[in-house]
């Protein structure tokens, strides 16, 4: 799986070294940018999954460069700063910033904070995604609030079950599920139907799938059940 990349600014080259060091080691890629404009390049190129900013910088200062991250995007961001008023802080946080560290910092208190922060925001967008019912894979969006399959970007026919048989096993990619936990979770634990129902049902599903993209399958783990399965980059 891709590594979690983060953006660290400030016009100290020995912090940014200082930092990109630790975050590194514990598993981190890295990128850096030492003034305002250069960091929106970057944050534009390298698609951080977060920002550690610094707010006195030369060309554009941090103030300024959450403002325009916000923007666009919602990515975490962090403020490093040597100031450590209440006015400072409210002001960052107001122009969106998740967390606020002055200097001088502990480097092990920074990186418990980048692992806080980017938990707050995984889980935020968990239960975004829940709220909306929807998933999306390559050439492929399942929709619950709307009950709508799209493939290749076209609205396929589907029954109520097999939307929600798909949108299961996709939500969970990877994981395997065997019959009898297939239809508690989709059917609920009223139904008492055959478990060769689940069976029909991925039959028709890979109807509608087959060949569509080579990204993620519908497959049969013999003598288990079935997974969504999604390629893993390396």
């Known amino acids: 799986m891709d590594k979690t990349r983060i953006l660290i600014v400030d016009d100290d080259k020995n912090i940014c070294e200082l930092l990109r060091l630790y975050l590194e080691k514990e598993g981190y ?5 030492y003034d305002g404009e250069e960091a929106l390049e970057k944050f534009t190129s390298d698609k951080p999954n977060l920002v550690l900013l610094d707010v006195m910088m030369p060309k554009m200062d941090g103030w300024e460069v959450c403002r325009r991250i916000r923007a666009t995007s919602q990515a975490p961001v962090i403020m490093l700063t040597a100031k450590g008023e209440t006015f400072d802080k409210v002001l960052g946080l107001e122009l969106g910033a998740d967390d606020y560290i002055v200097k001088p910092f502990d480097t092990k208190e920074v990186v418990a904070r980048i692992k806080a922060v980017l938990r707050r925001y995984t889980i935020g967008a968990e239960k975004e995604q829940e709220e909306k019912k929807q ?52 059917w609920g634990f009223e139904y008492y139907g055959d478990s060769r129902t689940i069976d029909v049902h ?15 399958n519908l497959k049969t783990v013999w003598g288990v059940g079935y997974k969504f399965e999604v390629k893993e980059d390396n």
């Open 202 to 216: 991925v039959k028709r599903l890979r109807e509608k799938l087959e060949g569509v993209s080579d990204q993620w």
């Open 29 to 33: 890629e890295t990128s850096l940018a």
């Open 135 to 186: 998933i999306s894979y390559d050439k492929l969006s399942v929709d619950l609030t709307r009950y709508e399959l799209k493939v290749n970007g076209k609205v396929v026919d589907a029954p109520p079950k097999e939307l929600e048989l798909l949108y299961y096993l996709a939500s969970h990619p990877n994981r395997v599920f065997n019959r009898d936990q297939l239809l508690d979770e989709v």
